[in-house]
C-alpha cells in the first residue's frame, strides 16, 4: 500500500469546520483513499473513502485532487466529540481483496471550545 | 447498525498462561482480521482470515498466536503462553466481500499480562 504523509496534530474551534490534509503521492490507480478515526483508546471508526471524486456522507467530505496525489477530509462543523486520531490510510479495494490496513501516525485532532 | 462485538474487555493474566480473545464479526462479513495497538503506539496488522484458512499475517503473528472460527458466528485468537510485551489493545475487525471493502473494527479486548 501507499505510504501516506498526514500532519501530527492541529486544532479547531468548536463548530468550525475541520480540514484534515493528507499526501499520498505514489497512490496507485487502484488504490483507495480510506479515513478512519480512533478516540482515545476505542477501535478505529470508518469514516469515509473514495477512489477519484470527492465523497461526502453524514460523517465527512473527503476531496480527492485531480491527480489523487493528495486528500482532505473535511468535518464540516467539528464538535468536541469530533477530538481523535484521523488516518488516512490507502489501500487496494478490488473485490477479491481482504488484504490489511496500514496505519500509520495519524493527524491528532483537538477541538477547542 | 451491525457492529463487531467482543470479549472480554478486559483482561488481566499471568505470564506463561494461554488467553483466548472472541470476536464476533458483522453477519455477512466474509474477512476477518485481529490488529493490536500497544500503549502509546500505532494500531499493527496480526492477521486477516478468509474462507477457514489464513490469508495474511504479520511478523507480530508468530507460532505463540492462532486463530479460529469454531462456530458461524464467532472468531477467537489465541495466544498460547502470554509474555509481558504481549499487554496490548487487541481489535478484531470484518469486511465483506465486495467493492470497496470497508473494514469494521470492534471496541478492542484489553489484555494485560502481569
Known amino acids: 500500500d501507499a505510504k501516506t504523509t498526514q500532519p501530527p496534530s492541529m486544532d479547531c474551534a468548536e463548530g468550525r469546520a475541520a480540514n484534515l490534509p493528507c499526501n499520498h503521492s505514489t497512490i496507485s490507480g487502484n488504490e483507495y483513499v480510506y479515513w478512519y478515526r480512533q478516540i482515545h483508546s476505542q477501535g478505529p471508526q470508518y469514516i469515509i473513502h473514495?477512489?477519484?471524486n470527492n465523497e461526502t456522507n453524514e460523517m465527512a467530505s473527503l476531496i480527492i485532487t485531480e491527480d489523487r496525489k493528495s486528500s482532505t477530509l473535511i468535518l464540516p462543523h467539528a464538535t468536541l466529540r469530533d477530538t481523535a486520531v484521523y488516518y488516512c490510510?490507502?489501500?487496494?479495494?478490488?473485490?477479491?481483496?481482504?488484504?490489511?490496513?496500514?496505519f500509520g501516525g495519524g493527524t491528532r485532532l483537538m477541538v477547542k471550545p | 447498525e451491525p457492529e463487531v462485538t467482543q470479549t472480554p474487555s478486559h483482561q488481566v493474566t499471568q505470564m506463561g498462561q494461554e488467553v483466548i480473545l472472541r470476536c464476533v464479526p458483522i453477519?455477512?462479513?466474509?474477512?476477518f482480521y485481529w490488529y493490536r495497538q500497544i500503549l502509546g503506539q500505532k494500531v499493527e496488522f496480526l492477521v486477516s482470515f478468509y474462507n477457514n484458512e489464513i490469508s495474511e499475517k504479520s511478523e507480530i503473528f508468530d507460532d505463540q498466536f492462532s486463530v479460529e472460527r469454531p462456530d458461524g458466528s464467532n472468531f477467537t485468537l489465541k495466544i498460547r503462553s502470554t509474555k509481558l510485551e504481549d499487554s496490548a489493545m487487541y481489535f478484531c475487525?470484518?469486511?465483506?466481500?465486495?467493492?470497496?471493502?470497508?473494514?469494521?473494527f470492534g471496541e478492542g479486548s484489553w489484555l494485560t499480562v502481569v
Open positions: 453477519s455477512n462479513h466474509l474477512y
Open positions: 475487525a470484518s469486511s465483506v466481500q465486495g467493492s470497496g471493502n470497508t473494514i469494521y
Open positions: 473514495g477512489l477519484k
Open positions: 490510510i490507502v489501500r487496494v479495494g478490488t473485490s477479491n481483496a481482504g488484504n490489511m490496513l496500514t
